[in-house]
């Protein structure tokens, strides 16, 4: 009699043991489900011009060419279609303004400095087609 209650017990406690490493590794392959592929990720642009935003597919964007690191506006066919962000001075989204690319994978040692003094400046006078207000928070002197 003793020898079966125990018997059953551990049984009871494989099973909740399995049940609970079952329920770990399901949750653990959802969280791990591959994304929405990069490419078919909607990504939303603002068109520089007439403020007008878009969703497409980044895929879409891509296929529609670059200028400037704008995308082309598919209706228009210019090139005025660029990430959308929120001014510093009245929380309006608008489009972002065009700066200098920085990139450390690209830019030679000795242009980094330069550029991003510049892009720094641009920034600082970067104003808001919306209030005419600075678009970003001063960056240094
Ligand atoms: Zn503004």
């Avoid at 690319?101 to 830019?107: A, F, G, I």
């Avoid at 808001?128 to 002197?141: A, D, E, H, M, T």
Wanted: charged letters at 25%; a positive charge; proline letters at 11%.
């Amino acid at each position: 009699m003793e020898g079966g209650k125990k018997v059953l017990a551990v049984v009871v406690l494989l099973v909740v043991i399995v049940g609970a490493v079952g329920l770990i590794l399901k949750n653990t392959k959802d969280r791990n489900a591959p994304p929405t592929p990069i490419m078919k990720q909607p990504i939303e642009l603002i068109d520089a011009e007439t403020g007008e935003l878009m969703t497409r597919s980044l895929q879409e964007w891509k296929d529609g060419g670059m200028q400037e690191n704008r995308y082309k506006n598919p209706n228009t066919g210019k090139y005025t279609m660029a990430e959308p962000i929120k001014c510093y001075s009245c929380s309006e989204v608008i489009p972002m303004p065009l700066l200098p690319n920085v990139d450390p994978n690209t830019t030679p040692p000795e242009d980094m400095p330069r550029l991003s003094d510049e892009r720094t400046a641009k920034k600082n006078a970067a104003r808001c087609p919306k209030c005419g207000g600075p678009v970003f928070r001063s960056l240094g002197p």
